[in-house]
């Protein structure tokens, strides 16, 4: 009151009370959309480049499969040829198929024959794997298939 | 006096300081990931074997175990394989007045690529030892090639991009009508240049 009656010229402060709530508000729009990866990768997964791509749009119509070497940690026990990742754990080529059903099951009815499988598998993986694991998928009658990439020029494996 | 009567007021200056943080932590940490890919859709276990293609209409792909491309008979580089698997494709090589004529080929009409889009197959062997990378690279390459072929008939007959209309065929934001009419038209592209990509052993027809 004192400083506004002794000068004019200086300007009321503006009130940044409200400051804290845009920012909140900015904040819980940001915990709201992202996403937190809820799966700990136990193996490598630097996946390759292209840029004919699509959206993979309903996670819920996904089931992830993710292939590499394991990680510096697991290294050591597991050696460096690459692993098949399910749900958390490494897994046999052998438990893809039960895996994938079981994951199905657990699917609404509705949407059962929408469900992508994503290959997560990372850019140094011997195609060997990745065919062995489209023939298990095959076995189960899940057809659709999605190499999951990164979005980008695809700059050939050349290492 | 004057200051007892008053309550004090908390200050909350810092609040905003406090939020700053926690929002600056949630960007940095958390990656909006819609995680992106190449469709594709597998074969059935099926018992009955392929009808045998012309092999005229078959492009032959392979990759050995050092990551080498080899096209029908040669050694080819990764950046021209769009541009021969489009010439394969759109080649057109039924003379007009057949049946199977391609009229909206707009390719050379050679006798050694496909008599039609319709028709042609590409068959894609990959080496065991190969690495998924180039595996990768490969089927983006081709289906660079189909996309933007189809592109190019959907200008033609429809003024819009193919890999648009399936855009926005997928956002739901219109109508059913709207939508079927969508449908229609990315089938009616998709019949003009299939995507035939077989990674089994593609047998040719002898003549």
Known sequence: MKSIRNSKKAQPAISTAALPDIVFILL???MTVTTIKS???????????????KKL??????????VGR???DLAKVLGSEPRIQLNNKIAHINEVGPYVLQELAQKPDAIRNLVTVSLKIDKEVNVGVVSDIKEELRKVNLLKVNYTVFQGNSQVGKL | MNRNRENPEV???SMAD?????????????????????DRKLPPKETIPPPPVNERNIFRLS??????????????????????AMAFLDNGGVPKGNENHCGYCKG????????????????????????????????DALTAAYNELRNRESQRLYGKNYVDMEESYYSDDMSHEEKMALQREIETIRDMFPMKLSEAETISKLN
């Open chain 2, 18 to 38: 406090i939020a700053f943080l926690l929002l600056i932590f949630f960007l940095v940490t958390a990656t909006i990931q819609t995680d992106v890919g190449l």
């Open chain 1, 39 to 53: 799966e700990t990768l136990l193996v490598d997964n630097n996946l390759p480049q292209a840029n004919q791509v």
């Open chain 1, 28 to 30: 819980f729009f940001f």
């Open chain 1, 57 to 66: 749009e309903k996670k819920d119509r996904v089931i992830e499969i993710y």
């Open chain 1, 70 to 72: 394991p990680n510096q």
């Open chain 2, 108 to 139: 050379t009409g050679s006798p050694d690529a496909s008599d039609n889009p319709v028709k042609a197959v590409i068959s894609f062997n990959s080496d065991r030892e190969a690495s998924y990378g180039m595996y990768v690279s490969v089927q």
């Open chain 2, 63 to 84: 990759l050995n175990k050092n990551d080498e491309l080899f096209v029908e008979d040669g050694i080819m580089e990764l950046e021209d394989l769009k541009i021969a």
């Open chain 2, 11 to 13: 200050n909350a200056g």
